[in-house]
């Protein structure tokens, strides 16, 4: 299931747009009108898509896409007028919010929506990556104290160090990781 926000001026503006984004695929689409109820929304539930109709009745919807794109993992459009589309195209690229020029061509929203989707696919990967990797250096960091307690307390080398939790780890059926807690909470108290 698809999740969208839009934020547009009224919901004549918004109404059309919403009939748009069910045919793209998104089964739940929170409309609102002003750019604090969609920040707050935001913050409280995660989206896929956030779809800014510029301007709004509040402000021109250039500062809220920016604060979307900053502080959430939607893939932020904003749908502008032709006229200064060009300018806010430039104003907003280096955030990775996606600008449209009105009125909207159904063909290519349809391709700019599913550009937006692979985006966010490969952006929640590398995020996924980046977490995993970080586990794995968290993990290197307890197994290297463990070491450097065995090294310091009961006076082995680093590769006996080394080879001793490795040996645990075998023998126990266990992970390295769990040796090396084992090691330190023996040793550190």
């Known amino acids: 299931m698809k999740k969208a926000l839009l934020v547009s001026r009224s919901e004549q503006s918004a109404s059309p747009l919403a009939k748009l984004l069910k045919t793209e695929g998104y089964d739940k689409i929170n409309v609102f009108y002003a750019a604090y109820s969609a920040k707050e929304a935001a913050e409280n539930s ?10 709004l009745i509040d402000e021109n919807g250039i500062e809220l896409s920016r604060h ?12 502008v007028p032709q006229k200064s589309a060009d300018e806010v195209n430039d104003m907003l690229t280096q955030y990775g919010v996606l600008v449209i020029a009105k009125p909207i061509n159904k063909h290519l929203f349809h391709h700019y929506l599913q550009f937006t989707d692979c985006f966010r696919t490969r952006m929640l990967r ?11 250096v968290e993990d290197i960091k307890i197994i290297d104290r463990a070491k450097l307690l065995l090294v310091t307390c009961l006076g082995m080398s680093e590769e006996q160090a080394h080879r001793y939790l490795e040996k645990q ?11 090396a807690k084992q090691v330190i909470q023996t040793y550190e108290n």
């Open 46 to 55: 995660e989206f896929d898509l956030i779809c800014i109709n510029a301007p």
């Open 68 to 79: 979307f794109a900053e502080t959430t993992r939607s893939s932020v459009v904003i749908i």
């Open 126 to 136: 590398v995020e996924q990556e980046n977490k995993r990797l970080k586990g794995m």
């Open 169 to 179: 780890a075998m023998d126990l059926r266990t992970s390295r990781l769990n040796v």
